[in-house]
């Protein structure tokens, strides 16, 4: 008889991070079979029937719905896992939270600060475990980059700079809104390219390199008005297509970030490079499993960048999966971040992003909106009272 602990599992979206968190939590039993907790795939929501049934068999839920309200009130529910829309992010966690459900929300936490302060809240006052799926900082060479920042290697840290680039919306004929154009539709999204794609770069930033306390930022919308998908019109854009931002970081280092989807060529390159005082880092999400790594104190006859394969054994979460130079990809970051929530529910400890943590990287997505609109410097505020 087996002693697992067996978490029922809700996912709501059956989209794209629908696929991807279905897939951590299928591959959970395999290979983190030491963990006491497993996921059991029971219900799975999404608005059409078929298509959610269809689902269902792909990916192994035993249970279908098609209105999330029912999901939150079947009581054999122990965790809700958003993946809908920014715009229903709020609405779901929160009642999910009062049902007393486990929540797990993907990014960003919600359209706006104002917002994702009413989730921090009913989280907390419900006391219920959460995250947010912030998992690029779960490969294995981000978690190694944070373990050499953690162990002073780098000493005193001076510079930030990440980018996030993609090229999918240049095309001024592609409409907004509706399926699959949604993050192009500020009502639903809440912002373009730095609720999108920038809060993940601020995410990592926090968590590698501490607080932000002020930034300075533009942004642009390049196409100015597309014809709605849903209302059939010629509506105003209101997304930022770009965004660049300059940031000064509590510990006194420079931050220069940038993010588009005008990037001809660039698919999604998210790239970030720290130099410190005795050592620099770098990563690409290209090329995933390596970090680069330079060191001043190395003999000057062989000093040079590193280029790290992050797979060894002894790396951050290898010996979960192949053999020393077999590398791992981009779905193994949610398995990691699935396995890292179960590893929480263990200990009774926190799995980080909170929805605490992510209410931080929304009050910089916030000011940096701000700033951009403003054309001023903006202090980032993320105290709740
Ligand atoms: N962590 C990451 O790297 C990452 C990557 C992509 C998207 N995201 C985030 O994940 C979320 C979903 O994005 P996506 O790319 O999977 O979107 P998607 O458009 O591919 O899928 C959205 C799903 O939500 C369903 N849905 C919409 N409204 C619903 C409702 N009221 N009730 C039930 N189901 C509903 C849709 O039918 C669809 O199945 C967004 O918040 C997005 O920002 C995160």
Same mark, same amino acid.
């Given at each position: 008889?087996?002693?697992k /602990?067996?978490?029922?599992?809700?996912?709501?979206?059956?989209?794209? @991070?629908?696929?991807?968190?279905?897939?951590?939590?299928?591959?959970?039993?395999?290979?983190? =079979?030491?963990?006491?907790?497993? =996921? %059991?795939?029971?219900?799975?929501?999404?608005?059409?029937?078929?298509?959610?049934? +269809?689902?269902?068999?792909? $990916?192994?839920?035993?249970?279908?719905?098609?209105?999330w309200?029912?999901?939150?009130?079947?009581?054999?529910?122990? *965790?809700?896992?958003?993946?809908?829309?920014?715009?229903?992010?709020?609405?779901?966690?929160?009642?999910? +939270?009062?049902?007393?459900?486990?929540?797990?929300?993907?990014?960003?936490?919600?359209?706006?600060? +104002?917002?994702?302060?009413?989730?921090?809240?009913?989280?907390?006052?419900?006391?219920?475990?959460?995250? %947010?799926?912030?998992?690029?900082?779960?490969?294995?060479? %981000?978690?190694?980059?944070?373990?050499?920042?953690?162990?002073?290697?780098l000493?005193?840290?001076?510079?930030?700079?990440?980018?996030f680039?993609?090229? $999918?919306?240049?095309?001024?004929?592609? =409409?907004?809104?509706?399926?699959?154009?949604?993050?192009? &539709?500020? &009502? %639903?999204?809440?912002?373009g390219?730095?609720?999108?794609?920038?809060?993940?770069?601020? &995410?990592?930033?926090? $968590?590698?390199?501490?607080?932000?306390?002020?930034?300075?930022? @533009?942004?642009?919308?390049?196409?100015?008005?597309? @014809?709605?998908?849903?209302?059939?019109?010629?509506?105003?854009v209101?997304?930022?297509? *770009?965004?660049?931002?300059?940031c000064?970081f509590?510990?006194? #280092?420079?931050?220069?970030?940038?993010?588009?989807?005008?990037?001809?060529?660039?698919? *999604?390159?998210?790239?970030?490079?720290?130099?410190?005082?005795?050592? #620099?880092?770098?990563? &690409?999400?290209?090329?995933?499993?390596r970090?680069?790594?330079?060191?001043?104190?190395?003999?000057?006859?062989?000093?040079?960048?590193?280029?790290?394969?992050?797979?060894?054994?002894?790396?951050?979460?290898?010996?979960?999966? $192949? !053999?020393?130079?077999?590398?791992?990809?981009?779905?193994? #970051?949610?398995?990691?971040?699935? *396995?890292?929530?179960?590893?929480?529910?263990?200990?009774?400890?926190p799995?980080?992003?909170?929805?605490?943590?992510a209410?931080?990287?929304?009050? !910089?997505?916030?000011?940096?909106?701000? #700033?951009?609109?403003?054309?001023?410097?903006?202090?980032?505020?993320?105290?709740? /009272?």
């Open positions: 008889m087996s002693q /602990k067996q978490l029922n599992i809700a996912l709501i979206g059956t989209g794209f @991070m629908g696929r991807t968190h279905s897939n951590g939590y299928r591959r959970i039993p395999n290979f983190f =079979p030491d963990l006491q907790y497993q =996921p %059991v795939l029971k219900t799975v929501c999404s608005r059409n029937e078929e298509k959610t049934r +269809a689902f269902a068999e792909q $990916w192994g839920y035993e249970k279908v719905e098609t209105d309200k029912k999901v939150i009130a079947d009581s054999s529910i122990d *965790a809700v896992d958003i993946c809908t829309p920014n715009d229903t992010h709020a609405e779901i966690a929160i009642a999910a +939270a009062e049902r007393g459900k486990m929540v797990l929300c993907e990014k960003p936490l919600a359209r706006t600060l +104002a917002e994702s302060k009413t989730m921090v809240e009913a989280i907390e006052k419900a006391g219920v475990a959460n995250t %947010v799926w912030y998992n690029y900082r779960r490969l294995p060479a %981000v978690t190694l980059a944070k373990q050499i920042i953690d162990s002073g290697k000493g005193r840290i001076f510079h930030y700079r990440a980018n680039l993609q090229d $999918w919306t240049i095309n001024a004929n592609l =409409p907004q809104g509706g399926a699959g154009l949604w993050r192009m &539709d500020a &009502d %639903v999204a809440g912002s390219v730095t609720g999108d794609l920038l809060s993940h770069c601020i &995410d990592t930033a926090i $968590w590698l390199n501490g607080s932000i306390s002020n930034v300075t930022a @533009m942004t642009e919308t390049f196409v100015k008005e597309r @014809m709605h998908q849903l209302t059939g019109k010629v509506e105003k209101k997304i930022d297509d *770009a965004c660049a931002f300059l000064r509590e510990n006194g #280092s420079l931050g220069l970030f940038e993010s588009t989807r005008y990037a001809r060529g660039h698919k *999604a390159l998210y790239t970030f490079e720290i130099n410190g005082e005795n050592a #620099s880092i770098r990563w &690409d999400l290209h090329d995933l499993n970090l680069e790594y330079f060191e001043n104190s190395d003999d000057s006859q062989l000093r040079g960048w590193r280029s790290i394969h992050v797979t060894d054994g002894e790396q951050p979460y290898m010996n979960k999966w $192949w !053999v020393p130079g077999l590398g791992i990809g981009y779905e193994h #970051s949610f398995v990691h971040q699935v *396995a890292d929530f179960l590893r929480s529910l263990e200990n009774n400890t799995c980080s992003p909170t929805f605490r943590e209410y931080e990287t929304q009050a !910089v997505c916030e000011a940096v909106l701000s #700033s951009a609109a403003a054309g001023t410097w903006e202090n980032v505020n993320f105290a709740i /009272k």
